[in-house]
């Protein structure tokens, strides 16, 4: 059984680039959750997802971040022209019939992107 | 709203001493409380949850939590540490979308 599964592993860009961050969820599962992790820090939740709908997104920053998960293919995490304090680990999660938004169930996590911008 | 802290952002034991990483939270409905594990370059990894039910929560590789409602504490127990059990350690808690602490990073010393 696949787990989560995040390309890329690591991804560097340059100032004012834009990254593609993409995330397969477990088979089964039709929910998927974008978290970030700064150095130091905990991981903050961003955006929550089903096919084709976003859920909840009160953790995205307003400007030049978007989330997609379209009806066929995996999730997408996009950041347009970074900066440098988007340098961070994003993680994606996903859970089966929203459980976690229920607070019942447990999220299954990916091994995360690491991204760092120069 | 609900959050999390988590006591001591670093934890050193010994090798085959009791770990207890500190967990309190504020939620202000009944709290579903989770930990979670990371190892090096890797994802989350569930180590148990409480949701209801017995208060006392075992979980893999010998974790252990209790929850305590008049304390809003749900520390982390180890009887005996392993050299595998260094990784960092996330409290979390929920309804609604997940609200992880900051982390509890421990080092097992041989």
């Known amino acids: 059984n696949a787990g989560v599964m995040q390309n890329p592993r690591h991804l560097v860009r340059r100032r004012g680039q834009e990254a593609r961050l993409r995330c397969s969820p477990m088979k089964g599962h039709s929910h998927v959750y974008w978290y970030r992790q700064l150095p130091e820090e905990g991981l903050k939740f961003m955006v929550y997802l089903q096919k084709e709908n976003i859920i909840d997104e009160s953790g995205m920053p307003k400007e030049r971040f978007s989330a997609e998960f379209p009806k066929e293919g995996p999730s997408i995490l996009r950041i347009q022209q970074v900066v440098r304090g988007d340098s961070a680990a994003y993680f994606c999660?996903?859970?089966?019939?929203?459980?976690?938004?229920?607070?019942?169930?447990?999220?299954?996590f990916g091994e995360g992107s690491r991204l760092t911008v120069l | 709203a609900q959050s999390v802290t988590q006591l001591g952002s670093h934890v050193s034991v010994s090798e085959g001493a009791l770990v207890l990483l500190r967990c309190n939270y504020s939620s202000s409905v009944p709290p579903y409380l989770f930990w979670y594990v990371q190892y090096p370059n890797q994802g989350l990894q569930l180590l148990l949850k409480y949701t209801t039910g017995a208060t006392l929560v075992k979980g893999i590789n010998g974790f252990e939590a209790e929850f305590k409602k008049s304390e809003t504490s749900f520390h982390l127990t180890k009887p005996s540490a392993h050299m595998s059990d260094a990784a960092e350690y996330f409290c979390?808690?929920?309804?609604?979308?997940?609200?992880f602490g900051s982390g509890t990073q421990l080092t097992v010393l041989p």
């Open positions: 979390a808690v929920s309804p609604g979308q997940l609200t």
């Open positions: 999660a996903s859970s089966p019939q929203g459980s976690a938004a229920r607070g019942t169930g447990e999220l299954f």
